[in-house]
Every structure is written in structure tokens, then in C-alpha cells.
């Protein structure tokens, strides 16, 4: 309840953790071994121009095998009558994951406007600033993601088990690496080569 997990690919040995109570990101990068922290950020950012967001809902997806004994449903997600992202998805299937889900991308998003400022105006795509910043659940509201593809991007869902009990050191980050925040990183505060913050005594 407390935590998520996202683990990059099979086989990968990173990993991220997503704690729910303190709305904090934790990307931890076993090659350089640190640990990146991303933390929520309150933002009163506007888009720069205005997006409209539909939802077609294509219907069941008739060939697919039901789970829980319902039907997946296809769903367009669009930004300014442009589909942004095709999710086949079920509210049936793991309520609870989604709330996390959508927590986990609003955290994300608040991060992203904090630069969005930053961006140029040629790379103001309403459906890439939708998705990343203005609007980033708007795919999550109607169910856990089965499938889910854009132009270039696809991915969908292998297996699931929701009485799956999570061994707690899962959920545990590695105590001897460098941790810093991606603000810390931004300001130039993070020296790697010394594995400590610019300006930090040097550690014994």
C-alpha cells in the first residue's frame, strides 16, 4: 500500500521505488550506483496554448480473453482532436494499482513543469505536453492499462497476481550509494567523479 516498484526490463538490475506517503521518486542506477531522488513540486503552470482532451471509447475488444470474467475496452485518448495514445484497459483489474499509477505520473508531471519553461516552443506538441505535464493520467481513468501504443512506443500487460505479497526489501534502496536530487542536479550541485555534493568535505 505504502510503495511501487517499476523494474527497467527483464534482466535490468535498476529499478525505480515510488513512495506513496511522501510522494517521492526513487531512481536507482546500479552501474554508477546511486540513487536519484525526484521529489513532488506544487506548480501553478498554465499550458501555453488551449488543450481540449477527448476520449473515444472504441468498444470491447471482442477477440481479446476476457479477465475477470469482463471484457477489455479500446479507448483513444486525444488532445486537440489528435489521438495522443490507444489503451486497451479494465476497471475491474486492480483498482488499487491505478490509484498508484496515477500518483506515480502526477509526481512525474510536477517535475516536468518545473522545466517546462525551459522548452522551446517548437517542441510544444499538445499531445507530448499533454502527456508529460497538463494531463498525465488522463489515460488511467478507465482502468488498469492492458495494452497501451502510440507512434513509435507500444507496451502491454504479460501476467498479473493481486494477491501477490511483495517481499519488503523490494521496496529497499541500497545504503552505500550516492544519492542526490534531480534539482541537486540541475543546479550543478553534484560532483560524480568525488561522489559527493560541490562544496561537501570530502568523505572519509
Not at 22 to 43: A, F, G, P, W
Amino acid at each position: 500500500p505504502q510503495f511501487a516498484r517499476f523494474d527497467d526490463g527483464e534482466g535490468s538490475e535498476d529499478y525505480v521505488v515510488f513512495d506513496r506517503n511522501s510522494r517521492t521518486i526513487y531512481s536507482v542506477n546500479t552501474q554508477s550506483r546511486t540513487v536519484m531522488l525526484v521529489h513532488e513540486k506544487k506548480s501553478d503552470l498554465q499550458a501555453p496554448f488551449e488543450l481540449v482532451y477527448s476520449v473515444k471509447d472504441l468498444g470491447e475488444m471482442k477477440d481479446a480473453p476476457q479477465i475477470k470474467q469482463h471484457a477489455p475496452r479500446h479507448y483513444q485518448y486525444l488532445t486537440n482532436e489528435t489521438v495522443c495514445l490507444d489503451v486497451v484497459s479494465l476497471p475491474e483489474l486492480m483498482p488499487e494499482a491505478v490509484v498508484a499509477m496515477q500518483e506515480f505520473h502526477e509526481v512525474l508531471a510536477s517535475d516536468s513543469a518545473a522545466t517546462f519553461n525551459n522548452l522551446p516552443a517548437d517542441m510544444h506538441a499538445p499531445c507530448d505536453i499533454s502527456l508529460s505535464t497538463f494531463a498525465p493520467t488522463q489515460h488511467l481513468q478507465n482502468g488498469f492499462p492492458i495494452r497501451e501504443w502510440k507512434s513509435g512506443y507500444s507496451r502491454m500487460l504479460v501476467d498479473f497476481q493481486e494477491d501477490y505479497q511483495a517481499d519488503p526489501a523490494l521496496f529497499e534502496l541500497p545504503a552505500d550509494y550516492f544519492t542526490y536530487s534531480v534539482q541537486d542536479l540541475r543546479e550543478g550541485k553534484v560532483d560524480f567523479a568525488n561522489r559527493r555534493m560541490v562544496g561537501e568535505e570530502p568523505r572519509q
